[in-house]
């Protein structure tokens, strides 16, 4: 009897020795995440901040001499394509493309390369380059990709084998990285089942959700609690003033359609005699892109340059008003910079090119406020790009920290993607996705690449297939 208690304490100790292993490793590798999700907002914040010295840094130079665009903006692009194609292959485009792919890759050898530290690096240097010279491009996209490759680095950290829970941090990472760039943790949480999973095996995740919550919380505390476009009190009542989700709807959808049309068509290869330049002379051509830009730049007088984030906070404050050929110039703008092959994103342009529809639409609509006709042109043109209604409408209601018009935005949002997928039946990330995951999926192995002095690898240089 004596023997047989003994033996049951003993067979009770070990159970205890094991739980507590146990649940030490499960706490060890919460902090684990933890920490990488507050190192994406620290990133995310920096990068901003980056971003932000760049393009005051441009606006001295234009202040200075605006024809000094002329040599700045083709040397920047062409310097940043060459970068790209030598150092950092995988940090072409936005970065959500890449985020998408990895998530669906089985081969993870190559996971690990397209979201390695370097190409994050690479990532936010060659983005705030392309922002200096001149690119009609934006920061987001890329935050995107950074905090997939820091969350997926410190997966690797911990040696993680289980495929799902490695793609668990890949998603919570760019859904923080949306986070702390926007400051719009919904935003975030939404973007990720939406656009980045298209599923939602992974919507309750408490890794994705976690992360998001304190990459947005170390982005406020290193910032503040701002708002990406400020406070706004509008409202659009149901009745006359929903005459202005119809226009905006119907025009936000069909010119964000046609925008994603060009840039899948675009990453299929330009025809012709142009199409054979790309490929052979693919730094050449980033600079006359570059020559491009910085015609359109003087033309308006600046305004096409960056992110155009300035430009649409002051149209919905109502602070200033831009005549159609801001958004006209802007959208072609945007176009250009994609198909040069630079690394950087589209959500900040969309967003300046939809304020700028939505503030042209207001001035034939009296019956509507204006602030909340621009309101509706944003997230009208951004969920016919990105054809993603239920992110646009969340982060455009919380970067503009007004929720009296989420009825109106939502409605905007669905009827623009509507329009929109009648365009373009297909989601312009998910394509470019696609386009890359063929491209990687038949690239040779790493031993048969090319050497290139940036250990990519059996990533791919950024071809005219895949440019956008």
């Known amino acids: 009897m004596k023997t047989d208690l003994t033996e049951l304490r003993i067979r009770h100790m070990r159970h205890l020795r094991r739980s507590a292993r146990v649940t030490t490793a499960q706490w060890r590798r919460k902090i684990v995440y933890w920490t990488a999700a507050v190192l994406v907002g620290v990133v995310a914040v ?38 790209t194609r030598t150092w950092f292959r995988g940090a072409q485009g936005s970065g959500i493309p890449q985020t998408i792919a990895a998530l669906h890759l089985e081969n993870f050898t190559i996971v690990d390369r397209l979201l390695s530290l370097r190409i994050a690096f690479g990532k936010i240097m060659l983005t705030t380059l392309g922002l200096l010279a001149g690119a009609s491009i934006g920061r987001e996209g890329p935050t995107v990709q950074v905090g997939a490759a820091i969350m997926h680095a410190f997966g690797r950290w911990l040696n993680l084998s289980t495929v799902s829970v490695r793609r668990g941090l890949i998603l919570a990472g760019g859904a923080s990285g949306v986070s702390a760039a926007f400051n719009t943790p919904l935003g975030g949480i939404v973007f990720a089942i939406e656009e980045l999973s298209h599923s939602f095996e992974q919507r309750t995740s408490g890794t994705m959700l976690t992360g998001v919550i304190l990459s947005g919380v170390t982005a406020i505390a290193l910032v503040g609690n701002y708002t990406y476009f400020g406070h706004t009190d509008v409202v659009v009542p149901i009745g006359i003033s929903w005459i202005a989700v119809l226009t905006c709807g119907i ?20 025809p012709g005699a142009l199409g054979q330049f790309v490929v052979r002379r693919p730094i050449a051509f980033a600079a006359l892109c570059g020559v491009v830009l910085a015609i359109l730049g003087v033309a308006s007088g600046g ?17 200033t008003s831009y005549p159609a050929s801001f958004f006209i110039l802007k959208y072609i703008a945007t176009i250009v910079s994609y198909c040069s092959g630079i690394p950087g994103g589209l959500f900040a342009p969309s967003l300046a090119i939809g304020a700028g529809i939505g503030g042209w639409v207001a001035q034939f609509l009296p019956h509507t406020t204006p602030g909340a006709v621009v309101l509706l042109g944003t997230v009208a043109y951004f969920s016919a790009v990105v054809q993603a209604p239920l992110t646009a409408s969340v982060i455009v209601m919380e970067m503009s920290d007004n929720q009296q018009v989420t009825l109106a935005l939502l409605a905007t949002s669905f009827l623009a993607y509507g329009v929109s997928r009648m365009i373009c039946s297909r989601s312009l990330y998910s394509a470019l996705a ?35």
Not at 311 to 317: F, L, S
């Open 251 to 270: 025009l936000g959808g069909i010119s964000g359609g046609v925008f994603s049309a060009i840039l899948i068509r675009t990453s299929q290869g330009l």
């Open 303 to 319: 305004i096409t340059y960056g992110t155009g984030y300035i430009q649409a906070r002051q149209i919905i404050a109502g602070q």
């Open 46 to 83: 920096g990068f901003a901040s980056a971003a932000d010295t760049a393009a005051a840094l441009r606006t001295r130079l234009i202040a200075w001499d605006p024809w000094i665009m002329l040599a700045l903006t083709p040397a920047g692009l062409a310097l940043s394509t060459w970068l």
């Open 434 to 468: 696609e386009k890359f995951l063929s491209v990687v999926e038949h690239a040779p192995p790493p031993a048969e690449t090319p050497a290139s002095g940036s250990g990519s690898g059996a990533l791919p240089a950024p071809a005219a297939s895949e440019r956008a």
